[in-house]
Antibody, heavy 118, light 109 residues
Framework: QVRLQESGPGLVKPSETLSLTCGVS?????????WGWIRQPPGKGLEWIGS???????YYKPSLKSRLTISMDTSKNQFYLDLNSVTAADTALYFC???????????WGQGTLVTVSS | QSVLTQPPSASGTPGQRVIISCSGS????????VYWYQQLPGTAPKLLIY???QRPSGVPDRFSGSKSGTSASLAISGLRSEDEADYYC??????????FGGGTKLTVL
């Protein structure tokens, strides 16, 4: 059973970098799947952020691409989200997830709320 | 404004059939599979339909998906109170990015 768990600061100051970690258990991230991030602003809908394969193929939401890095450490079985120059618009519940075949997402973390505020 | 367009709300009475639509374009729905997700309050979304019309194991056959051209639909028959949730369509895009619809809040009256 694949399990995902997000971790990271719940509060980030404007203009700083939002950094999250997704710990994976029950499956080796180097074995398959795309591993990625989705966010949901409070009271709003889902937004795909990006995903990557262990081989290094990475896909980013175009409007976030200039600020975004998704990476992974196969030795720790973790992957990461770094979003720099954050503003209040980046306040959201951030989910890590497994992707297969495009937008098929069958495993989700519980989500972690990140608030951007001074 | 989402690339995939869904009605913000839908409703039905128990036992009824409800259809939720999702409209996109050639580069997303037209050329790629459509997926549907159910999000109950306070929980992560759950995959309901994959590859336009396939149900993962454990999803009741009351849920069905279809696609025609650049539009897709999710049908829920025999509506039940526990179906009250937010529903999202999703599709990959030829520009190598993913999209979700804006979501439809389903109310069971």
């Amino acid at each position: 059973q694949v399990r995902l768990q997000e971790s990271g600061p719940g509060l980030v100051k404007p203009s700083e970098t939002l950094s999250l970690t997704c710990g994976v258990s029950g499956y080796s991230i180097s074995s398959g799947y795309y591993w990625g991030w989705i966010r949901q602003p409070p009271g709003k809908g889902l937004e795909w952020i990006g995903s990557m394969y262990h081989s290094g193929n990475t896909y980013y939401k175009p409007s976030l691409k200039s600020r975004l890095t998704i990476s992974m450490d196969t030795s720790k079985n973790q992957f990461y989200l770094d979003l720099n120059s954050v503003t209040a618009a980046d306040t959201a519940l951030y989910f890590c997830a497994t992707f297969w075949d495009g937008m098929a997402i069958d495993h989700w973390g519980q989500g972690t709320l990140v608030t951007v505020s001074s | 404004q989402s690339v995939l367009t869904q009605p913000p709300s839908a409703s039905g009475t128990p036992g009824q059939r409800v259809i939720i639509s999702c409209s996109g374009s050639t580069s997303n729905i037209g050329n790629n599979y459509v997926y549907w997700y159910q999000q109950l309050p306070g929980t992560a979304p759950k995959l309901l339909i994959y590859k336009n019309n396939q149900r993962p194991s454990g999803v009741p056959d009351r849920f069905s998906g279809s696609k025609s051209g650049t539009s897709a639909s999710l049908a829920i028959s025999g509506l039940r109170s526990e179906d009250e949730a937010d529903y999202y369509c999703a599709a990959w895009d030829d520009s190598l990015s993913g999209h979700f619809g804006g979501g439809t809040k389903l109310t069971v009256l």
